[in-house]
């Protein structure tokens, strides 16, 4: 009958036949721990890339979605980091992220993370959407803002002051030649209740628009 203590004996015995059958084993376990704490950031940065005072028009339903970058103390991007875009009470009155107040995505080999499905509401206003980053222990935050706006329809009108500037040419010729017709009319009416003098009225000119009414005549009085 084995008793315990032969059975110790034999798994020493087999434990220290492995060990020397693979002298390298132990160094290898250590290098690969040592290499991937060397991996690790010691510190991370978010860089916003898209959507920082982005202007978002309701009315077409075009919005910017948010785009930041980690990176580690060596400013080298940071690929698997987790991120967390999210709106406070307020902010989710204006967007969403596919109807939801937050949206959690990873860091790409670039470092890049994007806030998929993001999209804006019928209100106006700013608002601000929170950043929050993790990789283990490590964390780093920013806050991206942006404004929901109703712009103006392209095409949709004549400004006021182009309309203005051409009707009042147009005024400006039409009094100024009824002006005229009246003064000349008035002329020849009179000279035919007074006086046997007959009026002859001569070629009219048109010049530029500085003269009084652009038109010009010539009046030239005959007695028997």
Known sequence: MITIQKWSRVILVAAIGIAAGMPGLGAQVSAGATAAQASQPKSLLITIVE???????IRTRTAREPIVEVDDENHKPVAGALVLFALDKSGSTYANFGGLPSVSVRTDQAGHAVATGFQTTQKKGTYKINVHASVGELVAVTVINMTNIEALASGSGTPPAAVGVGSHHKVI???????VAGAVAGIVAATQQSSPTSVSTGTGTVGAPAAVGGIHFQLHARHP
Not at 51 to 57: C, R, T
């Open 173 to 179: 010729w039409i009094v100024s030649s009824v002006l």
């Open 51 to 57: 959507g920082e005072g982005a202007l978002n028009d």
